[in-house]
């Protein structure tokens, strides 16, 4: 049998969380009280926006918000990313995603996190999980700083398709052997992409996708 | 409506096989969530289910008398120690159809042996439901199968669904003499004793088939569940002529040598219809101008309704089955009894086969309770169900006609049946062959993470259980000349089914007499209750 993957989406897919939760985490701890004020308030006056552009657009989302973080150190942000782990997204998870994780290892897939969130953000979670591997944004630092913009490309929309696809030419899987789970219609290249996709706790759009086109529809709880 | 005085008894009242003279009265056949009423040619040869058994007058009485005089064991309370560990395991909702009015047999038995078990000191006791790769019960069926009170005090920590795809929750036990695993639920293979509650609704239920294969996994079911053992089984209810029942043997007494398991098998009779649809059991000849009225106007009901309401309508109705047999003790022992009152209720002798037989197919399954008979379940229901009722001698001739009545339509329930969507729509277009479809896809659909999340976590067959279906249909694919879907509404299914399709049932005959000839002879097996034949 051929080698095969499981590509998985994080947010919405296996923790209930998305990014602004993780930035507004980093926002949290800015590391001064001023700091923490000015961009707390300046995420609070923005989360109707960030909303608005989830919706509308995960890339515009996507780009738009990492910009919030210039100027965050690099020894910062990853110093915090296992605080922010325990504290956002591990309470967060699905108590069914390891199951599915483990299930998907188990029947011979290499288990692999597909994400728009920033890898330092995804590390401490990807080894709870105990995936083998993770495509995810990576953001921009110069002389230790975060510039606020992601070094392309952007893992998102039809991008995530293209990683995928290129991911399993360099490691040798069959791509229509290989299965992808995400929760949001955006997603939808990255599940058309592989041979058997699968909606988790689907949006209205791709519960619908998903029923059109016979995909396995699972409910995470 | 014909006159009444062409309605006068043309047949031997005592007889299940009447032949249809001119003057015979038209049939009354399902035809899926609703009933087609037609007339059939002159010579038609329909077989009729025999009329219940009378039940035991007092179910908890017989219980008691079997569980205290066992087959082959000692009685039950000698079998109860204070402090022992005891699992019973239960037949799941599969059977019997349509699910029987409450209290459902299996409560009554538990009543029995938990009230026993209190008196003996034994408090580590689970309910383990024995759905192999069958969906999971929801807690609603769960409920109504024992009712409240055993479900208050056991649900959900001691009742609970068995978990075939759980990698801590299976054991391995030696393998047969064939090389065939067996793997059996951790609980129940840790338990000093186990109880196996059975209902048996028709012969191939029961017996060694009851745990070798109702708390298995598929590491264990594939040696028996595959096209090439469905091919050596000339009927699955006669278990001489079974390959499938000789396997489920062999790993059955593997089970029995390592584990004690004392088995409670219940016969029903075939009372499957309630006062108001009680005319569906008997034969035309029979019916009474009220009984008529009825029919129609149910016809004409379920006929305007949504289909899914209709198919609501129809379930709501719950069958007053009477328990004609409980035995008890050892598996084999106590299952040849089960299985001589079930032939006696079920068999009825007919001389010959024909070439062409028709099968009314009806709303439900052992595989769609509180679903939707998909198409590859109208399959499994004509090609695996109906084609096996016989002792080891088709209906059908060999290379003859199978005319199925049911609408065909491509519906699927995504929760209870989610591989059943891929393999219709993804598998069947490429190819029909079982050898093909087991060698290249069966691995893949058993191990989809999707697919076994959704048997876990949800309420779905297993992703491995279309294959299932399909490889049960094997014997009557690879037996008859033809598969015509009568009523069919589209076209799609018939072909994707590799069966032709007509608007009638009297064009389907005619389409039939084509392929066999004008003198073909006709059966209608007149279908439910269940009837099995005896082909002599």
Known sequence: MPAKAAFFDVDGTLVKTNVVHVYAYYAMNRGSVLGIAGRTLSTAVSVPLFGVMDVLDRKTFNEFFYRYYAGLSEDRLVTIAQDMFEDVLQPALFEQSQDLIDQARRSGCKVVLVTGALDFTMRPLARHLGVDDMIANKMQFVGGKATGKVIPPIIEGANKANAIRAYCVKEGLALDQCHGYSDSASDYAMLAVVGRPTAVNPDMRLRSIARAYNWPILDLK | ?536
Not at chain 2, 164 to 187: C, F, K, M, Q, Y
Not at chain 2, 265 to 286: Q, Y
């Open chain 2, 1 to 536: 409506m014909r006159p009444f005085k062409t309605l006068q008894k043309l047949y031997d009242e005592e007889s299940q096989v009447v032949i249809t003279e001119k003057g015979s009265p038209p049939r009354a056949l399902f035809y899926g969530e609703g009933f087609l009423q037609e007339d059939l040619p002159v010579g038609t040869r329909v077989i009729f289910p025999r009329p219940p058994l009378a039940g035991v007058p007092n179910v908890k009485a017989a219980i008691r008398w079997a569980i205290n005089h066992p087959e082959g064991m000692e009685p039950l309370h000698a079998l109860l120690k204070p402090g022992m560990r005891l699992t019973c395991v239960i037949d799941d909702i599969s059977v019997p159809l349509p699910p029987m009015v409450t209290p459902d047999v299996r409560q009554s038995i538990l009543e029995v042996v938990l009230e026993l078990a209190a008196d003996s000191g034994v408090d580590d006791i689970h309910l383990v439901i024995a759905n192999a790769l069958h969906r999971r019960m929801t807690e609603a069926e769960m409920r109504r199968m024992v009712g409240q009170k055993i479900y208050d005090a056991f649900y959900p920590d001691r009742y609970y669904n068995h978990d075939a795809e759980d990698p801590d929750g299976i054991v391995a036990l030696e393998r047969t003499s064939h090389g065939e695993e067996v793997s059996v639920n951790r609980r129940v293979a840790e338990s000093d004793l186990i109880i196996y509650v059975n209902v048996n609704f028709v012969p191939m239920n029961g017996g060694h088939k009851s745990m070798g294969t109702g708390v298995s996994n598929y590491a264990s079911l594939r040696h028996h569940h595959n096209p090439k053992t469905i091919r050596e089984s000339d009927s699955y209810m006669e278990p001489k002529a079974s390959a499938l029942y000789r396997s489920n043997e062999r790993i059955g007494k593997n089970i029995d040598k390592h584990l004690k398991v004392f088995h409670i098998e219940t016969s029903l009779n075939n009372r499957m219809f309630g006062a108001p649809t009680d005319f569906l059991a008997k034969k035309e000849e029979d019916y009474t101008e009220g009984d008529r009225l009825k029919f129609q106007a149910m016809r004409y009901a379920l006929s305007k309704m949504p289909r899914a309401m209709a198919r609501k309508v129809l379930s709501a109705v719950p069958a007053p089955y009477d328990v004609t047999g409980v035995y008890a003790g050892a598996t084999e022992p106590a299952h040849q009894k089960t299985l001589e009152t079930s032939w006696k209720q079920y068999v009825v002798p007919v001389e010959g086969q024909s070439d062409i037989v028709i099968f009314p197919i009806p709303f439900i399954s052992p595989y769609s309770v509180n679903s939707i008979l998909n198409p590859l379940l109208v399959q499994v229901m004509g090609l695996g169900y109906f084609y096996n009722l016989n002792r080891g001698v088709p209906l059908v001739k060999k290379g003859g006609v199978l005319i199925l009545l049911h609408p065909a339509y491509d519906e699927f329930d995504p929760e209870h049946h989610p591989s059943y969507i891929e393999f219709f729509n993804r598998l069947l277009p490429e190819t029909r062959d079982s050898m093909k479809l087991e060698h290249k896809y069966e691995k893949e659909f058993a191990e989809n993470p999707s697919y076994v999340h959704l048997y876990r976590k949800g309420n779905a067959y297993h992703g491995v259980h279309p294959f299932y279906m399909w490889y049960w249909g094997e014997n009557g694919r690879q037996h008859v000349g033809k598969v015509i879907v009568a009523g069919a509404e589209n076209n799609h299914v018939p072909a994707l089914m590799g069966w032709d399709r007509t608007d009638t049932l009297t064009e389907a005959i005619e389409e039939a007499r084509g392929f066999m000839g004008r003198s073909a002879t006709i059966s209608l097996l007149r279908i439910a209750p269940t009837v099995m034949v005896d082909v002599k």
